[in-house]
């Protein structure tokens, strides 16, 4: 049985919180106070707390998935709503849903590895939707149709991850990442599981975190046509090992391969032990992100951790 060795202290595993990190944190709950109708002194209270939370932080050594996690509780506290992106993740989902269609069509005649890696690329372009990196702005679903065929790698896996995939059959866990980006998540599951793989997606639970896709939201995206889906337990911006169900904790024990989308699960597993390969897809919007992985601020990778 494999094992997943999970402290009884409180997690803080992950990137550590760099100096853009803090302004940009600021900046998208600001954004969100303003979003939420909340200005004034109350917002103002509002983002102190947060930097005074933020500079704790930084001198006790928490992460930064689980400071920005803290930090949007506190958000969802203060404005007593569950799930403040909802109408924004609803809308981004209906335009993926015609921008998948349209992209389903052009890459309807290939097979093979040529398919496996543009559904990928799909998946990738749709890491595109994001909502919560400061001084980043999302493209239109639409326009990332026509991107997909000029789509370049800055660290791609692509063949050795295909390769091990097809080997045998694999169960997958997949980590979902945006609303809006699960619609084009759902093309490379459904790859997944046409090369002889079962497909496990997970979702957020309690709202979610920021515009990330909910039990409710992959549902809505069609993802449970194409994979079977699970519900994180959490609402943290990543699988937080002290926090999630005890579903998913089984799982992660019984999965053969993680594929994690999006910054946010880069951030935090990057100090977890899983005792399987991990594969990471996203577009790194930041400059911490890209230093990271040795990559440009816009980059994709599709990058294998063993």
Known sequence: MKTISISG??????????AECIPCVLSVRAKELEMLGIRGERATIMLAEIARMLADSVFSGVSLAVASTKSYRMLKETAAINDPYKEIKAKASREAKDAVAMLRSLLSGLDGYDRFMMMAKAALLGNSMDFG???YFPPNADDLVDEIFGVELAIDDTHEVYGMLTERPNRILYLLDNAGEAVFDGLFAGVLGEIGSRVICVAKSRGGFQNDVTIGDAIESGLEDVCELLESG???SSIFLDEISDELREELRRADVVIAKGMAHYEY????????PIVYMLRAKCKVMASSLGVGVGDYVFVLKR
Do not use: C, H, N, S
């Not at 202290?9 to 760099?18: A, F, P, Q, S």
């Open 234 to 236: 959490t609402d943290a």
């Open 269 to 276: 597993l990057q100090d977890v032990e899983l005792p399987v």
């Open 9 to 18: 202290k409180k997690d803080t595993g992950g990137l550590r919180i760099e």
């Open 133 to 135: 990196v400061a001084d």
